[in-house]
């Protein structure tokens, strides 16, 4: 259980990173390379976007959160 827990730590973590450089800051970061942070591009407008990347790095932020608790339990 323990080495199960650990993979999936190791897998949210990468995708957490992954979805932070995604985030458009002062400098538009990553996001400007993939239209997220411009009103063009790929996927278009930007606010849904940017509304459902905040929904899914916070999901993942939990989930990391949340996992790492149980292996401090279980450890």
Not at 24 to 41: H, I
Not at 59 to 71: D, E, K, M, P, S
């Amino acid at each position: 259980m323990y080495t199960l827990l650990s993979i999936l730590q190791v897998f949210i973590a990468v995708v957490l990173v992954l979805l932070i450089l995604m985030h458009s800051g002062r400098d538009t970061g990553l996001s400007g390379a993939f239209g997220v942070g411009t009103g063009s591009g790929p996927f278009g407008g930007g606010s849904l976007v940017e509304r459902n990347l905040n929904r899914w790095t916070l999901g993942f932020a939990v989930a990391f959160a949340i996992n790492t608790i149980i292996l401090l339990r279980l450890g």
